[in-house]
């Protein structure tokens, strides 16, 4: 140490060794308190995330419950919970903070999965992620969840399950057909009221059975099925998670005596696209143990075309042959709807960018209509599209407002439609976003319209979506009295779904939605 002269601060002089050893210790010091610190951040995600693991699980046989006893299905800001895995029920709340901007963590809403197992409420979809953000926002603690519950719910409550299960027959087993099964299939439980009692399929060759049952099984687009498929040869029937599903060949309508099953007033959905007027489906109709037809394409003449969500109630109790419209007409309806009722829609244009249908060819070949003979998944295909003036029959007001083409598009599956609207009331682009979002979480269309704000989203992520159409608010464009709207949907999934809804209505089988708005 050098010597120290009065007033001045002393100072320490190193050699370079000493100097080498201090720095090299005071360095380590510091990697070792910053691998520390590292370590114990490590253990506490780890921590967080087997804790959020182990609530997942133990939602599960609950969740299940509440569904196969009571029909009570559990969502999560329109996810359902329903046989879900336990990373899908984690995910689902992790999208809850894009919604609303707030975290919604499992041990938040476990309390409320708890309550509603206690509460006798029937027959009714109840979102607990909403009802958890709500709560949470106005009380402190969790001593007033189930009172909270009870006022919430009280319409699923006092309401009577007077209705009887009724029989589904699905005729033709394509892409919707095979979709509607699983949907159908996965509502299991004495409280299940839809209940998929056969399919009718052309063909009966050696081998025809297992077949159908592979494609049911495995999906090259949607995955394999969620659960087991089994073939019961001796009775010509499939049984897939416990489901008895009998297969009835034949080639017309009219051919099929459905009671010799034990089916009786039958819901007969037609997913053959072959009937599409009231002559051609009524042969149906013909058939002893069918009393009532849908068709799962749009219908000519007088047939009404629903698009549940919006015209439903239109479904009145002596209508024996419904359609349940087309895969862009429910995907755009619903929005259409939203839009016009706020600003009014003066007139516009839809542009359908649809994945390629297995009406079209795989490689160069004769086909009636024109362009569609060419390679589908080869080309991009400009065809017609009646989804814009189809809208029409489900939302009157639009008629002779709405234009469409379509480009059919080497994907096979999720489409997109741009909507290009012209307004009687101004707008832009945020205020149209958070509109449109506020649809899709709060308003009665909440099941039909979804919403991301993703900057990443790409088709293949929407397949499986559940809703009519998702709006992609990015690529939102507004000014003035002029909009476009870019809507994504799974034309075979969503559309799937919106049928099950009309289904629900021609049977008369009532299913709230809770919380209100």
Partial sequence: MSPTKRGKTPYITLDYWSFLFVTQTFLNINQKSEIKDLLMSADKHLQSWQERFEMAEAMQPLLGKLYRNQGVEVVVYGKPLLNASTIEIIKSHRLVRRHVGEKLRLRESFPFIEALSKLAVKQCKVDIGKLAVNYWREYPDAS?????????????????????????????????????????????????????????????????????????????????????????????????????????????????????FGISNALVVDNTGIWKDEAGLGLHLKSPGASKVLLTAPAKGAIKNVVYGVNESDILDEDKIVSAASCTTNAITPILKAVNDKYGIVNGHVETIHSYTNDQNLIDNYHSADRRGRSAPLNMVI?????????????????????????????????????????????????????????????DLQNQIDYTDSTEIVSS??????????????????EGNRTILYVWYDNEFGYSCQVVGVMQKMLNLNYQSLPVG
């Fill in 144 to 260: 007033q969840i189930e009172a909270y519950m009870s006022r919430e719910l009280a319409d699923a409550i006092t309401q009577e399950d007077t209705e009887e299960a009724r029989d589904v027959v699905l005729y033709g087993f394509g892409r919707i057909g095979r979709l509607l099964a699983r949907l159908l299939i996965e509502r299991t439980g004495v409280s299940n009221k839809l209940r998929l009692r056969a399919i009718v399929i052309r063909g009966g060759r050696k081998g025809d059975l297992e077949k159908r049952a592979s494609l049911l099984r495995r999906d090259s687009v949607h995955g394999p099925f969620n659960g087991s498929v089994e073939v019961d040869e001796e009775n010509n029937a499939i049984i897939a998670n416990g489901t008895y599903i009998q297969v009835i060949y034949a080639n017309s309508p009219d051919e099929v005596d459905y009671t010799k």
């Fill in 461 to 478: 992520d929407l397949v499986g979506s559940r809703y009519a159409g998702v709006l992609d608010s990015q690529a939102t464009i507004a």
């Fill in 383 to 443: 065809t017609e599209t009646g989804a814009a003036k189809a809208v029409s029959k489900a939302l009157p007001v639009l008629e002779g407002k709405l234009t469409g083409n379509a480009i059919r598009v080497p994907t096979p599956n999720v489409s997109m439609a741009i909507i290009s609207l012209n307004l009687n009331g101004e707008t832009n682009k945020h205020d149209m976003n958070e509109y449109l979002k506020d649809m899709a979480l709060q308003s």
